[in-house]
């Protein structure tokens, strides 16, 4: 026998998809394809963190597992099978238009980050 536990309501579900909507649909109006392209990489996280260098620009996807916001600061780990790496976002380094879309993002979204 299989039992499914949720701790959420189905009209608190609810109002998460809604949200969940609105910003896909945000993503989508600003002109991202939110389920895009391919994303090529530098590796996997682990490979791209033992290749880490300073100024060397570096390409890495995983999905998003931890987000701190400090206002036009940014800080995310983004983790795959073989590790986690933390990610530094200003809105001064990527712009207005790309912080915008940075801020629809949840938990658990994938990302491709350089």
Do not use: C, W, Y
């Not at 945000?26 to 090529?40: L, S, T, W």
């Not at 931890?66 to 995310?76: I, N, P, W, Y």
């Amino acid at each position: 026998m299989l039992a499914v536990f949720s701790r959420m309501e189905p009209t608190e579900l609810s109002e998460l998809l809604a949200i969940r909507r609105q910003k896909l649909d945000a993503i989508r109006a600003a002109g991202v394809d939110p389920f895009g392209h391919g994303f090529e990489t530098d590796g996997s996280i682990s490979e791209v963190r033992a290749k880490f260098a300073e100024s060397a620009p570096l390409r890495a996807a995983g999905r998003i597992t931890a987000h701190r916001d400090m206002g036009k600061s940014q800080f995310l780990d983004l983790s795959d099978a073989t590790g986690r790496i933390q990610i530094f976002i200003h809105a001064k380094e990527i712009g207005e238009d790309l912080f915008a879309i940075f801020k629809n993002l949840d938990l658990g979204d994938f990302i491709g980050v350089e």
